[in-house]
């Protein structure tokens, strides 16, 4: 299995998003990219410690590509739009890839 970390607004809708996604194994939430270990919803809302809110995913490479997380990642979230998805606004609802090991 390999990771996955996708930012793309509020974690819920994404996260059922993937959950639905063949060959995905696993995903869970949580914040992501601050400088505080272990924050607070409250801590992240207020803006002060970098977080994004994040799901991250468990899948098998022999069943879905990472160039198809990346597709679901794209059709679900504007990253043009800054600080914002939908109508959640707060830097905690920006955009972000992370990848986990360098395939």
Do not use: M
Request: glycine fraction near 12%; charged fraction near 15%; aromatic fraction near 14%.
């Amino acid at each position: 299995c390999k990771l996955a970390t996708f930012a793309c607004g509020c974690f819920w809708g994404p996260e059922l998003l993937y959950q639905r996604v063949p060959g995905v194994e696993a995903t869970s939430v949580g914040y992501t990219a601050g400088s505080k270990p272990g924050p607070s919803y409250q801590e992240v809302c207020s803006g002060n410690t970098g977080h994004t809110e994040a799901v991250q995913v468990t899948y098998n490479p022999t069943q879905v590509t990472y160039d198809q997380l990346l597709d679901t990642f794209f059709g679900f979230t504007d990253p043009t739009t800054k600080n914002r998805q939908g109508n959640d606004t707060g830097p905690q609802y920006r955009s972000g890839i992370y990848f986990h090991d360098e395939e």
